[in-house]
């Protein structure tokens, strides 16, 4: 059964950090593009960033470029470090892998299930 599981998420203040962990299982990801996507109330799922196979290309949404970034082990882990975070980052953030490098979710074939982030002004 193939499952993606976020974790380290919570509560934090402003100008604070947080690092989201991925963990990859039942099958192999090595050969996915793996990304981040978040979910405030009310909003529509939004991208916020995509990293390819061996890492070495990511793209970022331009809300957090220069405050988060991503990275990926060589196994089944992928990591988004999130620093001077702001109330507007304040969503459930969902890990997700596919086949191409995307924007778009329907790309993404495998989900996880969320986790919240509040980020307190």
């Known amino acids: 059964q193939v499952q993606l599981v976020e974790s380290g998420g919570g509560l934090v203040q402003a100008g604070g950090s947080l690092r989201l962990s991925c963990a990859a299982s039942?099958?192999?990801?090595?050969?996915?593009?793996m990304c981040w996507f978040r979910q405030a109330p009310g909003k529509e799922r939004e991208f916020v960033v995509v990293?390819?196979?061996?890492?070495?290309?990511t793209q970022y949404a331009d809300a957090v470029k220069g405050r988060f970034t991503i990275s990926r082990d060589n196994g089944n882990m992928v990591y988004l470090q999130m620093n001077d975070l702001k109330p507007e980052d304040t969503a459930v953030y969902y890990c997700a892998a596919g086949d191409v490098m995307s924007r778009f979710p329907e790309q993404y074939h495998y989900w996880g299930q969320g986790i919240q982030v509040t980020v307190s002004s």
């Open positions: 039942g099958r192999t990801f090595r050969r996915s593009p």
């Open positions: 990293i390819s196979t061996s890492g070495a290309s």
